[in-house]
């Protein structure tokens, strides 16, 4: 399905990432919580007909470090996976992509 126009809020695909702050280096502390609005402000862009990005550090470990969710509603990986197939989008290819993004938004917010 080809999107032509956003969809309303809540029938976006949000996808919470949390970063830890040691992607950052030993003083990642410091700067986790400007990164994630510095990394979120960045990818807003991307997808943004049918997906949201949250971006938040993460601090409790025993949290997963990426959950999707549609109107507020948790969705496994694999009706995540399905919701973006309407979009003819992969949903590994999708994380591969925001990993690869959040590298280059690391070197660019410490540099």
């Known amino acids: 399905m ?3 126009s956003a969809l309303p809020q809540d029938k976006k695909l949000t996808v919470l990432f949390r ?3 040691g ?3 030993p003083t990642g502390e410091e700067h986790i919580e400007d990164f994630c609005l510095f990394a979120e402000k960045e990818l807003k ?3 943004a007909n049918y997906m949201n990005w949250m971006i938040t550090p993460r601090h409790d470990k025993s ?4 959950e999707y969710k549609v109107n507020n509603k948790n969705l496994s990986h694999d009706k995540a996976a ?3 197939g309407i979009f003819d989008k992969n949903l590994d290819d999708v994380e591969e992509r925001l ?3 959040l590298s280059i938004l690391i070197d ?3 540099s």
């Open 99 to 101: 990993h690869d993004k």
């Open 45 to 47: 862009v991307v997808d």
């Open 82 to 84: 399905k919701y973006l």
């Open 19 to 21: 970063v830890e702050s």
């Open 2 to 4: 080809k999107l032509n």
């Open 23 to 25: 992607c950052l280096g």
């Open 63 to 66: 949290e997963p470090e990426i």
């Open 108 to 110: 660019q917010h410490l």
